[in-house]
């Protein structure tokens, strides 16, 4: 692979060997999602053990091929930005219910009709793009740094209730990653201060290796390849009354997605038109939903947990998510590689997560920091969001005796301090400002593949 010369660092070309240990960070800190996810599948629905097998080939394919299409962006499908693709917590949940209410047809059918509401109504949403200014922004991607940490808390811990519930064990051991990849981060510069999250990552699998925490017994058995099939569950059946918590999800995926976008190419450091960046980003979430509905597995949607690791390592490289998408579909062709995936135990992985995710919050507070809070208008728009955002995240069940099409909204802290936010801005500042037409360009990088480690 050869290195493009005098690029910007979001299209330069990393050596090979640098695309393989950055592009194995992304992976491995996301890898845990496909793999709860479909775990939370089967146990919920009874799947049978091959069953579940081929669902995680199919999902690691289609988080491999998403991650591809977002980084390179091919046909205005795509954003060509380092975005890394994941299964969707709350769609997961949508589509465990539609199954269990319906069946697993129907659940399918949900996904696929989703994927194609998402190009239907794409053209309206575009045009309300200048309701995102920074302040809803900012608000969304702190409250997505909140929500992620409580859910990969919940993950270290356990379930409340069992015999395994704030194990000191499981606890000690997401803290000792967590300390492994602030040390790593502190001690080391250049390639393996970027490197950090990944160390972290390892070190604590070592640990938990040493501990006799690991079971790898099961890597090495069983088949080697692993090719998922196309409609496992049978010909999808369409329902839009069952569907209709899905499409209400793709609006708020759409909202989560233009966050994202805008917060990605401020860290790049690329110049963007958000009228065209935004809509290719979601047309890469509607295509893969739709592809992903074929083979059985949710909505496969662009990850906020990558942007933590960009703005961690600094590496911007859209390149570097190329080669994760590529790693992505090689665990999914191959399963022995899938079952080492797995045996990473959660805590570590959680550990790891908890520290990239708070990163994420930390650039929505560098982005409110941007916005003039002294301002009556805006210290109200962003003290009613965060209210109505944080609520539903820090009490469960909060609205759980509401109705139960106004529990996906208000349930949802994303959708509720993103919908506030909007809300308040066009009440307290009736000139909407307009999301930037373009990002700031970042901090230039000492050379055209990387920029500097953070210190």
């Given at each position: 692979?050869?290195?493009?010369?005098?690029?910007?660092?979001v299209?330069?070309?990393?050596?090979v060997?640098?695309?393989?240990?950055?592009?194995?960070?992304?992976?491995?800190?996301?890898?845990?999602?496909?793999?709860?996810?479909?775990?939370?599948?089967?146990?919920?629905?009874?799947?049978?053990?091959?069953?579940?097998?081929?669902?995680?080939?199919a999902?690691?394919?289609?988080?491999?091929l998403?991650?591809?299409?977002?980084?390179?962006?091919?046909?205005?499908?795509?954003?060509?930005?380092?975005?890394v693709?994941?299964?969707?917590?709350?769609?997961?949940?949508?589509?465990?219910?539609?199954?269990?209410?319906?069946?697993?047809?129907?659940?399918?059918?949900?996904?696929?009709?989703?994927?194609?509401?998402y190009?239907l109504?794409?053209?309206?949403?575009?045009?309300?793009l200048?309701?995102?200014?920074?302040?809803?922004?900012?608000?969304?991607?702190?409250?997505?740094?909140?929500?992620?940490v409580?859910?990969?808390?919940?993950?270290?811990?356990?379930?409340?209730?069992?015999?395994?519930?704030?194990?000191?064990?499981?606890?000690?051991?997401?803290?000792?990653?967590?300390?492994?990849?602030?040390?790593?981060?502190?001690?080391?510069?250049?390639?393996?201060?970027?490197?950090?999250?990944?160390?972290?990552?390892?070190?604590?699998?070592?640990?938990a290796?040493?501990?006799?925490l690991?079971?790898?017994?099961?890597?090495?058995?069983?088949?080697?390849?692993?090719?998922?099939?196309?409609?496992?569950?049978?010909?999808?059946?369409?329902?839009?009354?069952?569907?209709?918590?899905?499409?209400?999800?793709?609006?708020?995926?759409?909202?989560?997605?233009?966050?994202?976008?805008?917060?990605?190419?401020?860290?790049?450091?690329?110049?963007?038109?958000?009228?065209?960046?935004?809509p290719?980003?979601?047309?890469?979430?509607?295509?893969?939903?739709?592809?992903g509905?074929?083979?059985?597995?949710?909505?496969?949607?662009?990850?906020?947990?990558?942007?933590?690791?960009?703005?961690?390592?600094?590496?911007?490289?859209?390149?570097?998510?190329?080669?994760?998408?590529?790693?992505?579909?090689?665990?999914?062709?191959?399963?022995?590689?899938?079952?080492?995936?797995?045996?990473?135990?959660?805590?570590?992985?959680?550990?790891t997560?908890?520290?990239?995710?708070?990163?994420?919050?930390?650039?929505?507070?560098?982005?409110?920091?941007?916005?003039?809070l002294?301002?009556?208008?805006?210290?109200?728009?962003?003290?009613?969001?965060?209210?109505?955002?944080?609520?539903?995240?820090?009490?469960?069940?909060?609205?759980?005796?509401?109705?139960?099409?106004?529990?996906?909204?208000?349930?949802?802290?994303?959708?509720?301090?993103?919908?506030?936010?909007?809300?308040?801005?066009?009440?307290?500042?009736?000139?909407?400002?307009?999301?930037?037409?373009?990002?700031?360009?970042?901090?230039?990088?000492?050379?055209?593949?990387?920029?500097?480690?953070?210190?």
């Open positions: 692979m050869s290195r493009v010369s005098d690029a910007p660092a299209d330069a070309v990393l050596p060997s640098q695309l393989l240990l950055f592009g194995l960070q992304h992976v491995l800190v996301m890898a845990a999602v496909p793999i709860t996810s479909v775990f939370l599948v089967a146990k919920a629905l009874g799947l049978p053990a091959a069953l579940t097998v081929n669902l995680i080939s999902t690691f394919l289609m988080c491999g998403g991650t591809l299409l977002q980084s390179f962006g091919p046909w205005k499908f795509g954003a060509r930005l380092p975005f693709m994941v299964p969707g917590g709350a769609p997961i949940v949508m589509f465990v219910t539609i199954a269990q209410q319906r069946d697993l047809q129907t659940a399918s059918g949900a996904v696929i009709l989703t994927a194609l509401f190009f109504i794409l053209p309206v949403f575009a045009r309300c200048r309701y995102f200014p920074k302040i809803v922004i900012g608000t969304l991607l702190l409250l997505v740094s909140i929500n992620l409580k859910v990969y808390g919940g993950i270290i811990a356990g379930k409340a209730g069992t015999p395994t519930f704030a194990d000191p064990v499981n606890i000690g051991l997401a803290l000792a990653t967590i300390g492994f990849t602030v040390l790593f981060a502190r001690l080391f510069k250049g390639t393996l201060g970027q490197l950090a999250v990944l160390l972290g990552l390892l070190a604590g699998t070592v640990l290796a040493g501990c006799g690991m079971d790898l017994g099961t890597v090495a058995t069983g088949s080697f390849w692993s090719l998922p099939t196309l409609l496992p569950f049978g010909t999808p059946r369409f329902d839009l009354v069952a569907a209709v918590p899905l499409l209400v999800f793709s609006v708020i995926s759409m909202v989560e997605a233009t966050g994202q976008t805008v917060a990605v190419a401020e860290v790049v450091g690329r110049r963007i038109n958000a009228r065209d960046a935004v290719r980003t979601i047309r890469g979430d509607a295509l893969m939903s739709l592809a509905g074929f083979f059985g597995t949710s909505m496969i949607i662009t990850s906020g947990e990558n942007i933590g690791i960009v703005r961690a390592t600094n590496v911007r490289s859209r390149y570097v998510t190329a080669t994760a998408g590529a790693i992505l579909i090689l665990i999914a062709l191959s399963a022995p590689l899938g079952r080492l995936a797995s045996a990473i135990p959660a805590a570590v992985v959680g550990g997560a908890m520290v990239v995710f708070a990163i994420i919050g930390t650039m929505g507070i560098g982005m409110l920091r941007k916005i003039d002294h301002e009556r208008g805006n210290m109200f728009v962003l003290a009613g969001a965060l209210t109505m955002g944080l609520l539903p995240i820090v009490v469960p069940g909060l609205y759980s005796r509401f109705p139960d099409t106004l529990q996906l909204v208000l349930g949802n802290g994303l959708a509720m301090g993103s919908l506030t936010a909007v809300l308040l801005n066009a009440v307290f500042n009736r000139t909407h400002a307009e999301l930037p037409a373009t990002a700031e360009p970042a901090e230039p990088a000492e050379s055209a593949e990387m920029a500097p480690a953070p210190r």
